[in-house]
């Protein structure tokens, strides 16, 4: 299976903040590389598939980049409703493996 | 609207079998995989596995391999998840997503609202 390595697990940050995550792959992937936004008791939500395209409807502050092995989530300016936990996953091969999670909140 | 519906949440006791569905609607149910995601309470998500309904093509975690079974019913545009014997770590809440793209590369855009399932004595 391809590990996922998210980090940090936990991000303290403010509103108003640029917020960075990290998720590194245990080998190449290529662009493969999706993130997820879940809220308690919510499924998860799509947010940028395949490194950096934005899905339909996600705000504009939310940007991915990177290829290969490591890859990045920003948030140019954390909005209060960015309060939540993400998730990177990998769709090169199946097991399509998930990150542990990087959970911002609030400072 | 494209959705997925899933079954209502589970109490059952270890050893009991259980099958959970998830019926898709507005889309064409066999041009897209289905996959299912589980999530332990507090705990990250882990891809358990995903179906392709038109031939029932499946593919397994290896982590998930012979613990659980996927199939899928065209018929009724629905897939399920099953298992045969639980057990209490099977506690979970489970989710079924579809891919946005006829792969599965592009991320999975529509989520069924989770099934939870409780296995105890």
């Known amino acids: 299976d391809i590990q996922m390595t998210q980090s940090p697990s936990s991000l303290p940050a403010s509103v108003g903040d640029r917020v960075t995550i990290t998720c590194r792959a245990s080998?190449?992937?290529?662009?493969?590389l999706n993130w997820y936004q879940q809220k308690p008791g919510k499924a998860p939500k799509l947010l940028i598939y395949t490194t950096s395209s934005l899905q339909n409807g996600v705000p504009s502050r939310f940007s991915g980049s990177g290829s290969g092995t490591d890859f990045t989530l920003t948030i140019s300016t954390l909005q209060p409703d960015d309060f939540a936990t993400y998730y990177c996953?990998?769709?090169?091969?199946?097991?399509?493996?998930f990150g542990q999670g990087t959970k911002v909140e609030i400072k | 609207e494209v959705q997925l519906v899933q079954s209502g949440a589970e109490v059952k006791k270890p050893g009991e079998s259980l099958k959970i569905s998830c019926k898709a609607s507005d889309y064409s149910f066999i041009s897209y995989w289905i996959a299912w995601v589980r999530q332990m309470p507090g705990k990250g998500l882990e891809w358990m596995g995903i179906?392709?309904?038109?031939?029932?093509?499946?593919r397994y975690s290896p982590s998930f391999q012979g613990q659980v079974t996927i199939s899928a019913d065209k018929s009724i545009n629905t897939a399920y998840l099953q298992w045969s014997s639980l057990k209490p770590s099977d506690t979970a809440m489970y989710y079924c997503?579809?891919?946005?793209?006829?792969?599965?590369?592009?991320?999975?855009?529509?989520w069924g609202q989770g099934t939870t399932v409780t296995v105890s004595s």
């Open positions: 080998q190449s992937i290529s662009i493969y």
């Open positions: 997503a579809r891919p946005q793209s006829t792969s599965w590369y592009h991320g999975m855009d529509v």
């Open positions: 179906i392709y309904p038109a031939d029932s093509d499946t």
């Open positions: 996953q990998q769709t090169y091969k199946t097991p399509c493996t």
